[in-house]
């Protein structure tokens, strides 16, 4: 039973660009959350996705945006990219309104 | 919204001692508090987690304990080993759906 998949693993890119990053859930989980993760910092949620909507936000602009499709997998996009978004992206699943969140290894992404 | 302090940011401890780190939780309406490890290059694992009806739960060296009153959980890892050296990062859940608020993380390094 494969875990919470994310790709790519690492990305760079350059201000003002846009990037797409993509999480397969864990087997039987059908909640997706995206968090941010900075050098040194616990993980920031940025928004999560049940029955392909939207449920809650963080604190994050508009400029961060996200899907979930019918096979519950998800995308977050970000478009005109700041050097501060440099970060680790976190995926993490779970079933329904469960408690037990299981994330991914992070996509690693570097803006220049 | 929840804010979660962490303490200490760094600990060290000697193989076989106990290392404890205590977090603290401002939202009285956080119900799910739980408890991962973060080794270099990877996602947050969950380790352990208590809800806010318990006051303590164990898991072979691991435990959690929970202060309701005070607003403070804190783990509590026995017999520490090499491999128990990563960060650790104290959640608390402010609503029923699996938003999570993180703390800022303990580096705990055990040296033989």
Same mark, same amino acid.
């Given at each position: 039973?494969? $875990?919470?998949?994310? &790709? ?28 941010? %993760? ?5 993980? %920031?949620?940025?928004? %999560? ?8 936000? $963080? ?5 961060? &945006? ?27 699943? $779970? ?10 290894? $992070? ?6 | 919204? /929840?804010?979660? /302090?962490? =303490? +200490? *940011?760094? #600990? *060290?401890?000697?193989?076989?001692? @106990? ?6 939780? @401002?939202? @009285?309406? *956080? ?12 996602? +947050?694992? #969950? ?8 006051? /303590? ?12 009153? !005070?607003? =403070?959980?804190?783990? =509590?890892?026995?017999?520490?080993? +090499?491999?128990? @050296? !990563?960060?650790?990062?104290? !959640? !608390? ?6 938003? #999570? ?10 040296? +033989?």
């Amino acid at each position: 039973d494969a $875990g919470v998949t994310q &790709s790519p693993t690492h990305l760079i890119k350059t201000r003002g660009q846009q990037v797409t990053l993509r999480c397969s859930p864990k087997s039987g989980h059908d909640t997706v959350s995206w968090y941010q %993760q900075a050098l040194g910092q616990g993980p %920031q949620f940025i928004f %999560q996705y049940y029955e392909e909507e939207e449920r809650q936000r $963080g604190n994050f602009p508009d400029r961060f &945006s996200g899907h979930q499709f019918p096979n519950y997998s998800s995308e977050l996009n970000v478009n005109a990219l700041l050097l501060g978004d440099s970060a680790l992206y976190l995926c993490a699943t $779970g079933p329904g309104h469960g408690e037990k969140l299981f994330f991914g290894s $992070g996509t690693q992404l570097s803006v220049l | 919204g /929840e804010n979660v /302090e962490q =303490h +200490p *940011s760094t #600990l *060290s401890v000697q193989e076989g001692d @106990s290392a404890v780190i205590k977090c603290t939780y @401002s939202d @009285s309406a *956080s119900n799910y508090f739980p408890w991962y490890k973060q080794e270099l290059g990877k996602g +947050p694992q #969950l380790i352990i987690d208590i809800r806010s009806n318990v006051g /303590e739960k164990k898991d072979q060296r691991i435990a959690v304990t929970l202060n309701k009153t !005070a607003k =403070h959980f804190s783990l =509590h890892i026995t017999e520490t080993q +090499p491999e128990d @050296s !990563a960060v650790y990062f104290c !959640a !608390a859940r402010p609503d029923s759906w699996g938003k #999570l608020q993180f703390g800022a993380g303990t580096q705990v390094v055990v040296t +033989p």
